[in-house]
């Protein structure tokens, strides 16, 4: 956004921030709060905080440092607000999704950094990982809370932990914890409960598929192609004593569990549907796809309790020799597979998230350390980017109104 670009919304950002803002405390909180947003959507290569400064007219590096990095401002109600009127502003809502993304760095200070894998690097690299729950209807997305993940390393420097202002007792928790509470978040703000969608990172995790069951909450999450199924519903099998004598047998089941890889290939041809989810810039965008109840197999052989039926949905384009993809999905029977595929596939969404949050609005260009500051600047730069968004739907809008 150019000068001139930010001159004519002036208003509306104006009356964006100021309903956003209320909660930071003091005036001038508030304006530097406004400012550092409109330092966010200014253009430019870097929005770390001393070229963020020099492109505003009364930027003051010294005072936006000590806003981001030190004024102790909650962000949750700030996050709150923004959910809040995002939800009524994005409709129809039609999913959550739930993902993590990267943010590479030098050295080792800042706050939950350390040499893990990143989807963003696409291997093992020095940076921190936070996880995100997005609301996403049809045609937009915008990111409504955020977690740093702490590797346990972290966890127990507790020396380290306090440099970084990380709060004391703070637990180890796994991503799918962290997303599950984020979820959590959400549901206490009492926003609409939303279909859960993940990638196999979460999906595989029994865990985290019972703690969305567990809050009622319906899903389409990946799982890998070794996952273990039954076909059909199965439980363990009581063996009989053999008058008293000798140690008891263990319950077993009268079949083994096969690969969902395995499974796919043995289904009929009339099983396979061409299903097309949505109309591409480069045409319909279509594969092909199956669906069929099957019941996950985690701890079968650990006496752990049968999990409930659920969906699978694999899909297997005709150009290549084996499936590509696979889903569970606890959605209800009966659905029809056109919407479990518009579903599953809807998660792409928060990959252009990302790139328009890291390549134009900075939020991976955050250079403190601290914990209070990362989270400030992650919660700031979500205000610009669902600024942002607004002012597309706004300008569709209005474009639509000419050509009536």
Known sequence: MNSRQMEACADRL???????????????????GALYVQGLLLDGERKSIEPLAQRLPDGNVQALQQFVGQSPWAWEPVRRLLAEQMEEELLPAAAWIVDDTGFPKQGHESVGVARQYSGTLGKVGNCQVAVAVHLATE????????????????????????????????????????????IDHLLEWDLKAQPVLADAGYGNSAEFRQGLADRHLLYVV?????????????QRVQPR???????????????????????????????????TWRQGVRGPQQSRFAACRVQPAHGHAHDQPELPLVWLLIEWPREVEAPSKYWFSNLPEGLSLRRLV???????????NYQQLKEELGLDHYEGRGWQGWHHHVTLVCMAYAFLLLERQRNKKNSASDLA
């Open 14 to 32: 104006e009356e964006f921030l100021s309903k956003l803002l209320r909660h930071v405390g003091r005036s001038e909180r508030r304006h530097h």
């Open 139 to 182: 045609e937009e997305s915008v990111p409504l809370d955020w977690a740093l993940y702490l590797p346990q390393a972290w966890i127990e420097d507790r020396e380290r932990c306090e440099k970084a202002g990380i709060p004391k007792d703070t637990p180890f928790r796994a991503k799918g914890e962290l997303a599950l509470e984020l």
């Open 222 to 234: 990946g799982v890998e192609s070794n996952t273990a199924v039954w076909d059909r519903p199965t």
């Open 241 to 275: 004593r053999r008058g008293g004598r000798g140690r008891p047998r263990r319950p077993y089941y009268r079949s083994e569990p096969q690969a969902v890889s395995q499974l796919a290939i043995t289904l009929p041809p009339d099983r396979w549907r061409t299903v």
């Open 342 to 352: 518009q579903l599953a596939k809807l998660r792409w969404r928060v990959e252009q």
